[in-house]
């Protein structure tokens, strides 16, 4: 006899999940529910380790920060998809022993509904019917989607970070060698840099959350410096065709990645950066903070 409470649990946990998956991986607009809240729960707590280490050992993990993060959401993903599946089977009589034709115990369904989700079809029990089978076939194309486009997002990250890691690169340089005085103009060329690395950004913040040692890669802290060229609160410091794209990437990133407050889109990116910098002690010498 089959519960239907269970089964709808473990359907509406694999959709939520799945949701959450396609919104961060393919929407193009940011990270899911669920996802933004694991990357910003655990960046909270990170952050705060990376700090306490530093401040006590000596020694950083700031650099881990960010891959655990994504990490972690991926493991997430799988497990509530490997959870919901399990719930399914679990409502009914839907896997039996293929030698002995007992029902399946808890520890062999949880390895079906892996093998399924895994595409590889390899287990000690088998269905009890078509319907049943029906729901192998939909866990193992849910399966297939889930671990192609999980490594196809993983790469977006990496190449979005290392797009902004060299962003910060430049601009820590240029900035460094006009100074004070003639900075914004030097770094006005970097507009089409910024640009790319901003809409890469709305499509997924979680290169954000990756932290690299050297304080010249950091990205946060290179939008943080920018942002402090804009003087007295002027979203427009600069008149012409040249520092144009630089202004409205920086806006761009401001509005769709900074907090959601009433902020101006220049004092959003400035918060922003705020919340994704975690501060050092130990500085690397000549660079700007």
């Known amino acids: 006899m089959t519960d239907p409470i269970l089964f709808v649990l473990g359907a509406v946990i694999v959709l939520i999940t799945f949701c959450d998956f396609l919104r961060t991986t393919v929407s193009l607009s940011g990270l899911g529910f669920i996802s933004a809240r694991v ?3 655990l960046w909270r707590i990170l952050s705060a380790l990376a700090r306490r280490t530093e401040r006590s050992m000596g020694w950083s993990i700031r650099k881990l920060i960010g891959p655990l993060i994504l990490i972690m959401i991926a493991a997430i993903w799988v497990a509530l998809h490997l959870l919901g599946y399990v719930l399914m089977y679990r409502a009914g009589l839907s896997l039996v022993e293929s030698q002995t034709g007992q029902p399946a115990t808890l520890v062999q369904t949880v390895a079906f509904a892996g093998s399924a989700l895994s595409t590889l079809g390899a287990s000690t029990v088998s269905v009890t ?4 089978d029906i729901l192998s076939m939909i866990a193992a194309v849910n399966g297939m989607i889930l671990l192609t486009l999980s490594v196809s997002f993983v790469l977006n990250v990496l190449q979005t970070t290392n797009s902004a890691r060299a962003f910060a690169m430049r601009f820590n340089a240029l900035a460094r060698s006009a100074g004070d005085s003639q900075g914004p ?3 006005a060329g970097l507009g089409p840099d910024l640009a790319a690395v901003a809409i890469k950004m709305v499509a997924s913040p979680l290169p954000g959350f990756f932290v690299p040692d050297d304080p010249r890669m950091d990205f946060p ?16 410091p600069f008149h012409d065709a040249h520092t144009a794209e630089l202004m409205a990437a920086l806006s761009l990133l401001g509005r769709q990645v900074g907090p959601n407050c009433d902020h101006r889109d220049v004092q959003a990116a400035r918060a922003w950066s705020d919340r994704h910098s975690i501060p050092r002690h130990d500085q690397a010498e000549g660079t700007t903070t």
């Open 185 to 187: 103009a030097r770094v």
């Open 39 to 41: 990357a910003a729960g």
């Open 129 to 132: 019917g078509g319907w049943w």
């Open 221 to 236: 802290l290179a939008i943080r410096n920018l942002c402090d060229m804009v003087r007295d609160g002027d979203d427009q």
